[in-house]
């Protein structure tokens, strides 16, 4: 399997922006489909945006459509989150992982998350 690792997230004041990367090894990212979730303490995981293996498909959560894009390079093996206009409640631990177009995400490889936190 693929191991991902995240970073790039941060303390941020609302309307700020952040750019989140998840770096993959073990295997190329061209292979999977990939996605950004998040998840807040408590409460269940949200799917905030998905990129299909070739890319030609890409699904937003309609909370952050608009706001948020996700983008990967194939060529460095990382999957990007450009988030703009950040809200207060975008604060969550956010993950990226990576799966085999349809298949059921956990159970493939997530990365361990990086925190966004997000002030008003």
């Known amino acids: 399997q693929v191991q991902l690792v995240e970073s790039g997230g941060g303390l941020v004041q609302a309307g700020g922006s952040l750019r989140l990367s998840c770096a993959a090894s073990?295997?190329?990212?061209?292979?999977?489909?990939m996605g950004w979730f998040r998840q807040i303490p408590g409460k269940e995981r949200e799917t905030v945006a998905v990129?299909?293996?070739?890319?030609?498909?890409?699904y937003y959560a309609d909370s952050v459509k608009g706001r948020f894009t996700i983008s990967r390079d194939n060529a460095k093996n990382t999957l990007y989150l450009q988030m703009n206009s950040l809200k207060p409640e975008d604060t969550a631990v956010y993950y990226c992982?990576?799966?085999?177009?349809?298949?059921?995400?956990?159970?493939?490889?997530w990365g361990q998350g990086t925190q966004v936190t997000v002030s008003s």
């Open positions: 073990g295997r190329t990212l061209s292979s999977y489909a």
């Open positions: 990129v299909s293996k070739s890319g030609g498909s890409i």
């Open positions: 992982a990576a799966a085999p177009d349809g298949a059921p995400w956990d159970e493939y490889s």
